[in-house]
């Protein structure tokens, strides 16, 4: 009587092919999954340079001190604040992205501000890097800038996009026409960008 089975190098065979197909499956969705998330988080800013666009164009109430105003009184009402989203590179740990009130209307943040809300980058994503384009050349690469503010202040719809960098001279550009965020996942193998024209048209690429 003869007793059919597998052998030794067929188990073998079939073990391997599975740990393939496994290891295949597992890791095409890690990289989908890290490729949703930066996706993901690509749209979270472009809706809160959104929300400071319509804070700023349809004017939400701030004080004085640059306080939300809770309550409506002629002492207290100042419709005329800018907001914005401020950007910054050199602070991937802390908060790189901030909600603001523009109180002195320069077009970018500056210390004793009101913060509107803060955000942390979460599993790795971090930004690669800031760029302003403008007519006038900033040289070969646009991209050295390590903090971004784009303001926006009635009646205006469009951008005020302004950024520093030790690279560049005066240490502060202004009137960018249009800013890139560059984001990238913990590998660096996956890459979004949030892109906001000088026109206040904003887009994930």
Do not use: W
Not at 124 to 152: H, Q, W
């Amino acid at each position: 009587m003869t007793t059919k089975g597998f052998t030794l190098i067929e188990l073998m065979v079939t073990i391997s092919i599975m740990l393939i197909m496994t290891s295949v499956v597992i890791f095409n969705y890690n990289k989908f999954n890290d490729s949703s998330l930066l996706g993901a988080f690509a749209y979270d800013i472009s809706l809160t340079i959104r929300q400071a666009q319509v804070y700023g164009v349809a004017v939400k109430e701030g004080g004085a001190s640059g306080q939300m105003s809770p309550i409506s009184t002629d002492s207290f009402n100042n419709f005329q604040s800018a907001y914005g989203v401020h950007f910054d590179k050199s602070t991937p740990e802390a908060t790189p992205l901030t909600l603001f009130v523009d109180e002195n209307n320069n077009g970018s943040y500056d210390n004793g501000e009101t913060v509107i809300q803060t955000y942390k980058f979460q599993r790795g994503i971090n930004i690669e890097s800031l760029c302003i384009a403008n007519n006038v050349s900033l040289g070969n690469n646009p991209c050295t800038f390590d903090a971004l503010d784009i303001v926006f202040k009635r009646p205006d719809p469009e951008a005020k996009i302004s950024g520093t960098g030790i690279n560049i001279r005066g240490h502060r550009f202004s009137n960018g026409s249009e800013a890139t965020i560059k984001l990238q996942n913990s590998s660096n193998d996956l890459h979004k960008s949030v892109v906001v024209e000088q026109s206040g048209q904003i887009s994930v690429q």
